[in-house]
């Protein structure tokens, strides 16, 4: 099974990703150049629905896990494959809702979850916002990433992350406030 990993700087959505699914049609192991390619997109799509992450990562593995097994089927039409990517995920989300609705209802009481194939343009701009997030946050200095890290992902209050650092409440706020601000100008230069 292919193994979840946090978002690297990689490009969002590449112009002509055909000669890399051929590739990987004609020798499985030359997948890993789309799982590098569409990891970020893939990752946050779901994480945006899920809303939690170590769900998001599993159903991340699973979504490239199940695109290569069936990579012999994928045609390479007018849609990209990143659109083939996304049904899947789309439908792993849908399965994972239906496992965690079957404890809570009977299956013929269960509600359809609300999962379209197609992705608006402005999901897709979030889910690319999103992707730029995770790596402009890789470009931070270390003692920063892990104060974002711990803050808003592990969701850690500022006492606790100065304890886990060996650091002063002040500085930890500080470091924080660095980060945010860097991150504020880097993302507004971008989507200005």
Request: proline share 5%; hydrophobic share 40%; glycine share 4%.
């Amino acid at each position: 099974m292919v193994a979840a990993r946090r978002p690297r700087g990689k490009p969002s959505q590449p112009a002509g990703d055909r000669p890399l699914v051929e590739a990987a049609q004609a020798d499985p192991s030359k997948f890993e150049a789309l799982y590098e390619l569409y990891f970020e997109l893939v990752y946050c799509f779901i994480l945006n629905r899920v809303q939690d992450r170590a769900t998001a990562e599993d159903l991340t593995s699973e979504v490239f896990h199940k695109a290569l097994a069936n990579l012999c089927t994928y045609e390479c039409r007018d849609t990209p494959f990143s659109a083939w990517l996304f049904r899947i995920a789309a439908n792993a989300i849908a399965d994972q809702f239906k496992r965690a609705n079957r404890e809570r209802y009977r299956t013929d009481d269960m509600p359809d979850p609300l999962v379209q194939e197609g992705i608006s343009s402005t999901e897709m701009e979030l889910v690319e916002r999103h992707a730029l997030l995770f790596r402009l946050l890789e470009k931070l200095p270390e003692i920063q990433r892990c104060v974002i890290r711990k803050r808003f992902f592990e969701e850690r209050c500022i006492k606790e992350i100065a304890q886990l650092l060996g650091k002063t409440e002040g500085a930890v706020k500080q470091l924080q406030f660095r980060a945010l601000q860097t991150l504020r100008e880097q993302m507004g230069d971008r989507h200005a």
